[in-house]
């Protein structure tokens, strides 16, 4: 995907974890912000990763088990084919354009779209084919790159994308739109240092002095949205490529998708 390369936000002129970027630490509002940690980030401790060993499996998640790896594979499809497309299995309408920009609908409110991310999809079960109208909800219109933000930080919880090393350092090729994505804790800091610095996952949570979850669901975030690259900064960060979605067929009735979402609200927490 195409970014636009803006200037250095204010926040790149420091990265120092004490500066006045760092999260509250005590009081009403460090508990505020915590709350606001978990509620992203989920509760993984930080763990100790010898060199060239991998995190054990429940830090990791699998992109194309769950709805961020087919919005990614039906996003890089419509833009190389320069084809409007819709997607099949919702229970709610969703179309792709290809702009540009690269553009999504989604009829669906965050407080559905959220948790949706962190259910698993069975292979299958979400489709694609031609779009056959124009989605007419222009209020649903979203840049694809915001879109694959977000449902990459809802889908992480803390956790890396399958596949990807840990202690290979990568650095930011743009600024985020925070302006126009979900919130995460401590973001400017982690967006400052990396827009600067290669740093890998693990040695940036040390630089910083903050959890590695939550630089963790930053990093998931950063590469669902394409905005990550490698630490020599001339090509995207090496990720693994996820399979093709299944040819456009008749999307099957998934019942009981509401009652997985309010499970999943109910005991996420």
Not at 94 to 103: D, E, N, T, V, Y
Not at 170 to 197: C, D, Y
Not at 214 to 233: I, Q, R, Y
Request: with cysteine; glycine share 8%; aromatic share 6%.
């Amino acid at each position: 995907m195409t970014h636009s390369q803006s200037g250095p936000s204010p926040a790149a002129s420091s990265v120092d974890s004490s500066s006045s970027l760092a999260a509250p630490s005590g009081g009403l509002a460090g508990q505020v912000h915590a709350g606001v940690e978990h509620d992203v980030c989920g509760s993984l401790p930080d763990i100790e990763v010898g060199v060239g060993r991998p995190l054990p499996a429940n830090y990791l998640f699998d992109p194309a088990a769950h709805f961020l790896g087919f919005l990614t594979e039906a996003c890089r499809r419509s833009r190389e084919t320069g084809t409007s497309l819709e997607l099949l299995g919702l229970n709610w309408p969703a179309q792709i354009r290809p702009g540009p920009p690269l553009q999504v609908c989604i009829a669906a409110k965050e407080a559905v779209l959220r948790p949706f991310c962190i259910l698993g999809t069975p292979a299958g079960s979400l489709q694609m084919r031609a779009a056959t109208h124009p989605a007419a909800d222009a209020e649903h219109w979203v840049r694809a790159e915001d879109l694959l933000w977000n449902v990459g930080l809802w889908t992480s919880r803390g956790r890396l994308p399958a596949g990807v090393d840990v202690h290979a350092p990568v650095k930011l090729g743009a600024w985020p739109n925070f302006t126009r994505t979900s919130g995460l804790p401590h973001a400017m800091q982690i967006a400052a240092l990396w827009t600067r610095e290669a740093q890998s996952p693990l040695a940036l949570a040390k630089r910083l002095d903050i959890p590695q979850r939550v630089v963790f669901t930053f990093f998931s975030a950063a590469h669902a949205s394409g905005l990550l690259l490698a630490a020599d900064g001339n090509a995207p960060a090496d990720v693994p490529k996820l399979p093709a979605a299944p040819a456009a067929a008749p999307a099957p009735e998934r019942k009981g998708l509401f009652a997985r979402i309010l499970r999943t609200l109910t005991h996420a927490r």
